[in-house]
């Protein structure tokens, strides 16, 4: 089974200038997570999907930040304009959901490596 | 005071060592916890999840969780070179969103 694939695996921009991240989930899986992940610091979640729809997106930055899901496959996140706290590993995980699941195992993907110059 | 607060090490122990690794947390709606391993350039993957309280055994390793005490340990028994990673712990109130700890970096060493 194709694990969570994910692109570009590095990125090197400078401030102020723009950013998309892609996620290909494990197919089937309905929930679909955007994780930042400082150096030294565990994942902190961004935004969670369930098929196209936001589930919570309380932690993600709008007025600089966007995610979407569309025919609640892919996603795309993306940062504009950057700055240089944004630097950080951003992972895509994505999860089965729903009742008669025991436990909702998120897998992550390899993560995309921003840097912010 | 953080909700879950994990020492980011690093903890380098010999080849063979037992090793105890622990989290602390302040939520006690948390019911779902669970510990990740990291490897360097890669994405966390899940090594073992408990929900409430008590022991789970999975080979070589052991998750605790304490809820009366917001406590949970991960043990690694004959720890191997190849366990050199870091080990997030993660919990969460519904199976969905998770809140991680930072990590302990673990080096074992032949």
């Known amino acids: 089974e194709a694990g969570v694939a994910q692109s570009p695996r590095y990125k090197i921009i400078e401030k102020r200038q723009s950013v998309a991240f892609w996620c290909n989930p494990i197919?089937?899986?309905?929930?679909l997570y955007w994780y930042q992940q400082i150096l030294g610091q565990g994942p902190k979640l961004l935004i969670q999907f369930q098929n196209n729809g936001v589930v919570d997106d309380s932690q993600l930055p709008k007025d600089r930040f966007s995610a979407e899901r569309l025919k609640g496959v892919d996603s795309t996140l993306k940062i504009q304009p950057a700055k240089l706290e944004d630097s950080a590993v951003y992972l895509c995980?994505?999860?089965?959901w729903g009742r008669g699941y025991s436990y909702n195992e998120q897998f992550f993907g390899p993560g995309t490596r921003l840097t912010v110059l | 005071q953080k909700e879950v607060e994990q020492d980011p090490g690093p903890l380098s122990v010999p080849e063979g060592a037992i090793v105890s690794l622990n989290c602390t947390y302040s939520n006690s709606a948390f019911q779902y916890f669970m510990w990740y391993r990291q490897y360097s350039r890669k994405g966390p993957e899940l090594l073992m999840y408990t929900y409430s309280s008590g022991n789970k055994e999975d080979g070589r390793f052991t998750a605790q969780v304490d809820k009366s005490s917001k406590y949970i340990s991960l043990f690694i028994r004959d720890s191997q070179p190849s366990d050199s990673a870091t080990y997030l712990c993660?919990?969460?109130?519904?199976?969905?969103?998770?809140?991680f700890g930072k990590g302990t970096r673990l080096h074992i060493l032949p």
């Open positions: 995980a994505s999860s089965l």
């Open positions: 993660a919990m969460s109130e519904r199976d969905d969103k998770i809140i």
């Open positions: 197919s089937g899986h309905a929930t």
